[in-house]
């Protein structure tokens, strides 16, 4: 542990150049160096250690994360450095929960399409909070909303007619970017074409559910580029098994941490 090493060998055996372990050093990411009397750096099994410490961390929360704990370990402060790491699982945990609301909602979707009766192509009504006083239209009534809505567009109160929600729902849903309908040039009034009523039709069953916007926002936008729902599914399943293997890799690098606090003399 309190073998001398050069600049030059620390790098070699981490496959780094010598200006990145003195930049290492300078940030705080190795422990304090000493130097000789001529100035040069002595480095020492110590910060070889750092260093295999600092790269799995690295892998596992990023290097943002990285500097912010080494530095407060070597400055003393353990509390700081343990903020730091609890901080980056909580932004993992958060992006895992909104992963599933999305995939919830998605999957909300496809559940509802596959179980619509008839041929209207209607879907359920959102929840009490967002009902209008009105009953949800019946087949017929949908049908034709469809095809005004691809001959010349719809007004609000026809999309609210046909959806079965009141017209400051569906501004409401414009707000948070989930509809973007036209501009009638002449009045400035809202004109939606029969895909913004199709996506009507679709907020209102993830509504109907109780998804949050933001989850719903998500599903559009996915939907709108890739055009297909089981395209996004999978996406979805791909993006939870990556999410799957940064848990692992930031486990791995918590525990190297943890071994290197024992290393320091830290006790539990």
């Given at each position: 542990m309190?073998?001398r090493?050069r600049?030059?060998d620390?790098?070699r055996?981490?496959?780094l150049?010598?200006?990145?372990i003195?930049t ?6 190795l422990?304090?160096v000493?130097r ?5 750096r002595?480095?020492t099994?110590a910060?070889?250690?750092a260093?295999?410490v600092?790269?799995?961390l690295?892998?596992?929360?990023g290097?943002a ?6 530095r407060?370990v070597?400055?003393?402060d353990?509390?700081?450095a343990?903020a ?18 999305v995939?919830?909602a998605?999957e909300?979707?496809l ?13 359920n ?5 967002e009902r209008?006083g009105d ?7 949908a049908?034709a909303?469809r095809?005004?809505?691809?001959r ?10 046909a959806v079965g929600?009141?017209?400051?729902v569906l ?7 989930l509809l ?23 907020i209102?069953?993830l ?7 933001p989850?719903?926002g998500a ?6 580029e890739?055009?297909?729902?089981d ?10 098994r990556?999410l ?6 930031r486990?791995a690098a918590?525990a190297a ?8 003399g830290?006790t539990?």
């Amino acid at each position: 542990m309190g073998d001398r090493l050069r600049a030059r060998d620390l790098a070699r055996s981490a496959g780094l150049s010598v200006q990145q372990i003195r930049t290492y050093a300078e940030t705080g990411v190795l422990p304090a160096v000493e130097r000789t009397a001529g100035g040069h750096r002595v480095f020492t099994g110590a910060h070889a250690e750092a260093l295999t410490v600092a790269r799995e961390l690295a892998v596992g929360h990023g290097w943002a994360t990285t500097r912010v704990v080494m530095r407060a370990v070597h400055d003393g402060d353990l509390a700081a450095a343990l903020a730091a790491v609890d901080a980056s699982h909580a932004r993992l945990d958060r992006e895992r929960g909104e992963l599933a609301a999305v995939r919830e909602a998605l999957e909300t979707l496809l559940t509802g399409r596959s179980g619509r009766s008839g041929r209207s192509g209607r879907v359920n009504p959102p929840g009490r909070a967002e009902r209008s006083g009105d009953a949800c239209p019946g087949g017929g009534t949908a049908h034709a909303a469809r095809r005004d809505a691809a001959r010349h567009g719809l007004r609000i109160g026809e999309v609210a007619r046909a959806v079965g929600v009141s017209p400051p729902v569906l501004r409401l849903w414009e707000a948070h970017g989930l509809l973007r309908p036209e501009r009638e040039p002449s009045t400035g009034y809202r004109l939606y074409d029969s895909s913004e009523l199709r996506t009507a039709h679709v907020i209102a069953l993830l509504r109907r559910g109780s998804h949050p916007l933001p989850a719903i926002g998500a599903v559009l936008d996915e939907l709108r580029e890739t055009g297909s729902p089981d395209r996004v599914l999978r996406e979805l399943t791909h993006r939870m098994r990556d999410l799957h293997r940064t848990s692992l890799r930031r486990l791995a690098a918590s525990a190297a941490l943890h071994g290197y606090l024992r290393y320091l003399g830290h006790t539990v």
